[in-house]
C-alpha cells in the first residue's frame, strides 16, 4: 500500500498536469486575436502549436504574418512559404510574403514576389498595397544603385488673360492689343531623372524637365521653359540635406526672355512619420535678353510645414512662408522702380483622399512686393509701387493606374497694385494626362 505522503504527491502532479493535458489548439482563438489586429498576441499563442500545427496552411498564414508583424519576418517568411506551397495562387498570402522579404531587406526577392501578385490580377485593394511597396522598393534601391525615373504629359486648358495684362476697365492710353487676352492652349510637359549613390546615404542627382505653353490663337505669347538641375543629397536617419545647381531658359514666342544660374541648399527634417520640415536658401541670378533693366539677382529663404493626419479622409496640410530679396544689377531709376524689391510670401493648403483613387487638393497664397524706387512713369511720379499677388487654386487627381493620373485644375491669380498699369487678373482651367515611370 502506498503511504499518505506519495498518493498526495501523485495526486498534486496530476491535477497540474490536467490544465496542460486538457488544453488544445483553437483556430477560432488565433482567427479571432488575428482580426483584431492583435498581431502580437496572436503570434505568442500560436507558437506554443508551432510543432503540431506547421504545415496546416491556415495556421501558416495567421501565424506568418502574426510573426513579421511582431518582429519576427524570417520566421513569418518560412511560414508564409510552406502555406503557398499548398495554395501557390493566393495573392494575399504571397502579398505577406513579398511584405516579409522587404522587411527582412531582401529587396529584389521582395520585388519579386510582389510582381507574381500583380501577375495573378488581384483585387484592387491589393494591387494598391503592392504598388505602395514598389514605389518604396525603389527608393531604398535608389541608396545603392543608379534610378531612372520621370514622367510625360500633355493636356489643354483655357486662359481669360494670356498676356497678364490690365483689362477692360483700365484708365490709361492702351491700345486694345495691350489690354488682357484670352485663348485656349495646349500644353506639354516631361521630365527625366537620375539618381546615382557614390557613398553611403551620399547621391549624385540629375533632372531635366521641359514645359511647352502653346495658345491657340495668341501665339506670339507661347512659352517654352528648359531647367537642368544636378547636386548631391545627404540621407540620414531623419533628415535630407541637398545642395543644387540650377539652370533654366524661358523663351517667349520662340525667343530667348530670360535665362537664370543659380544654387539651392535645402534641409528636409521628419518630424514624424506624419509630420515634416523644410527650409531652404536659394540664390539665383537672372538676365533678361530683351529688357536688361530687369536683370537682378534674387536671394529666397523658404520654411515649410507638412502635415499629415490619421482621420477620415486622410487630410494632408502643407504650408510655405518665403521671404527674398531681389537686387536689380543696374542702378538706373529705371531699375529701382520696377525690379528691386523685398517678396513676403505666404502659401498654404490640404489635401483630402475622397478613395484610393481620387486626390482633391486646394490652396491659397499671398505675396507682397516692396519696391526700391520712385516711379518714372508721368502718371504715377513720386509713387513707390507695392504689389499685392494672391492666388487659389483646386485640383482633382485620379489615380487612373499606378503611373497613368488624370489632374483637373482651375486657378485664379489676381494682382493689385498702386500702379494700376500692373494689375490684372487671370483664371486658367487645365485637364492633363500624365504618365510617369
Known amino acids: 500500500m502506498k503511504s499518505p505522503a506519495k498518493m498526495l504527491i501523485v495526486t498534486l502532479f496530476l491535477c497540474l498536469s490536467l490544465p496542460a493535458v486538457a ?3 483553437d483556430m477560432k482563438q488565433l482567427s479571432s486575436l488575428f482580426d483584431l ?3 502580437k498576441q496572436a503570434y505568442d499563442y500560436a507558437s506554443n502549436y508551432l510543432s503540431e500545427q506547421e504545415g496546416n496552411p491556415y495556421f501558416d498564414y495567421y501565424y506568418g504574418v502574426s510573426a513579421i508583424d511582431s ?11 510552406r502555406m503557398l506551397l499548398i495554395f501557390p495562387q493566393d495573392p494575399v498570402a504571397r502579398l505577406e510574403l513579398a511584405r516579409g522579404y522587404f522587411v527582412l531587406k531582401e529587396y529584389a526577392r521582395s520585388r519579386q514576389e510582389f510582381e507574381e501578385v500583380l501577375a495573378m490580377n488581384p483585387p484592387d485593394s491589393v494591387k494598391r498595397t503592392t504598388y505602395l511597396y514598389l514605389d518604396k522598393i525603389r527608393l531604398e534601391e535608389a541608396r545603392y544603385k543608379t534610378t531612372v525615373s520621370g514622367f510625360a504629359e500633355v493636356g489643354a486648358g483655357y486662359d481669360t488673360n494670356v498676356n497678364s495684362a490690365p483689362g477692360d476697365n483700365f484708365n490709361g492710353a492702351l491700345t486694345p492689343d495691350s489690354l488682357e487676352q484670352e485663348d ?3 500644353n506639354v510637359a516631361a521630365q527625366f531623372q537620375v539618381v546615382h549613390p557614390f557613398s553611403p546615404g551620399w547621391k549624385l542627382n540629375l533632372i531635366a524637365t521641359g514645359v511647352l505653353k502653346k495658345n491657340q490663337a495668341m501665339t506670339a505669347f507661347d512659352t517654352l521653359t528648359g531647367v537642368l538641375q544636378t547636386g548631391i543629397s545627404l540621407n540620414s536617419a531623419s533628415s535630407l540635406y541637398n545642395f543644387d545647381i540650377v539652370a533654366q531658359e524661358f523663351q517667349l514666342d520662340g525667343n530667348s526672355y530670360r535665362s537664370m544660374l543659380g544654387a539651392n541648399l535645402g534641409w528636409k527634417y521628419d518630424i514624424s512619420e506624419m509630420s515634416n520640415f523644410t527650409t531652404s536658401l536659394q540664390y539665383a541670378d537672372l538676365k533678361y535678353e530683351i529688357f536688361p533693366v530687369l536683370d537682378a539677382s534674387l536671394m529666397t ?4 510645414y507638412t502635415q499629415q493626419f490619421s482621420v477620415s479622409l486622410a487630410p494632408v496640410f502643407f504650408s510655405n512662408l518665403k521671404l527674398g530679396m531681389e537686387n536689380a544689377a543696374s542702378d538706373s531709376v529705371a531699375a529701382q522702380s520696377d ?3 523685398n517678396i513676403y510670401s505666404l502659401r498654404m493648403g490640404v489635401a483630402l483622399s475622397l478613395s484610393p483613387n481620387f486626390v482633391v ?6 505675396q507682397n512686393s ?9 502718371a504715377f511720379i513720386g509713387l513707390t509701387r507695392k504689389d499685392d499677388f494672391v492666388s487659389a487654386d483646386l485640383s482633382l487627381l485620379w489615380l487612373i493606374t499606378h503611373k497613368w493620373r488624370l489632374d483637373t485644375r482651375i486657378s485664379y491669380v489676381k494682382n493689385t497694385s498702386n500702379i494700376q498699369l500692373r494689375e490684372y487678373d487671370r483664371l486658367l482651367t487645365s485637364i492633363n494626362l500624365n504618365y510617369n515611370y
Open 23 to 25: 488544453a488544445s489548439f
Open 37 to 39: 489586429y492583435k498581431r
Open 71 to 81: 518582429g519576427f519576418a524570417s520566421q513569418g517568411v518560412f511560414a508564409l512559404e
Open 184 to 186: 485656349n492652349y495646349y
Open 301 to 304: 529663404f523658404n520654411l515649410g
Open 339 to 341: 525690379t528691386e524689391r
Open 361 to 366: 487638393q486646394t490652396a491659397a497664397g499671398w
Open 370 to 378: 516692396q519696391y526700391a524706387g520712385e516711379q518714372t512713369i508721368p
